[in-house]
């Protein structure tokens, strides 16, 4: 698979590189936070990275003026597993070099199946924050090296977090998997409770 570049116009599909935010500090503490080498964890909201004066900028500028969370997702990965999109956009910054993959919800079936020949990547250097549009299919980064990688995520306050109603079984009901999550995993990936309507093969870097 070829690896874009966010810089490339192709990226223009699916979001933006964000340029004048200090992301210094927010990317020094990153630095601190659990990176497991085999396999990925995230954590929606972390007190250390929200009290810093990054986040009240995030907030105002990437969010205009909307309560948000910043959490991380970190670890070694190299599959795609599922996609996942939200109801509003999501901002990644990227602690360590890392490769996105992505897709657009435009592309998804009518039976809410997706064929993963669309996915693209896209490398994302170290230090560089992006903007994924709402309309972006993603998931957990893929390592660009050995090291595995470190990834702030900004996202609406409580995305991702436990539901508190039971959605229906039918229709794009039956994507939403926690708060503003609607996903679509692959077969292989074997998450639990999940809909596998991802065909064709469970890309890997």
């Known amino acids: 698979m070829e690896i874009q570049k966010v810089t490339d116009a ?17 990317l020094e503490v990153m630095k601190r936070q659990p990176c497991p080498m085999d396999g990925v964890v995230y954590v929606p909201s972390v007190e250390a990275l929200e009290a810093l004066a990054a986040a009240g900028e995030l907030k105002r500028r990437a969010y205009g003026g909307m309560p948000i969370q910043i959490g991380y997702c970190n670890g070694n990965n190299k599959k795609l597993n599922a996609l996942e999109y939200h109801r509003s956009s999501e901002v990644d910054i990227a602690e360590s070099d890392l490769i996105l993959l992505l897709g657009r919800q435009q592309d998804i079936e009518e039976d809410y199946t997706y064929d993963t020949a669309k996915i693209e990547a896209f490398f994302v250097p170290a230090g560089t924050a992006v903007e994924l549009y709402a309309t972006t299919l993603h998931y957990a980064p893929c390592s660009a090296g050995e090291k595995g990688f470190r990834c702030v995520i900004v996202l609406p306050k409580d995305t991702n977090t436990e539901l508190d109603f039971t959605p229906a079984d039918e229709g794009e009901d039956k994507l939403i998997t926690a708060k503003n999550k609607w996903l679509i995993a692959h077969g292989d990936a074997e998450i639990d409770g999940a809909f596998c309507g991802l065909k064709g093969e469970n890309i890997t870097l």
């Open 10 to 26: 192709s990226f223009g599909v699916y979001g933006k590189v964000l340029t004048g935010y200090d992301c210094a500090e927010l």
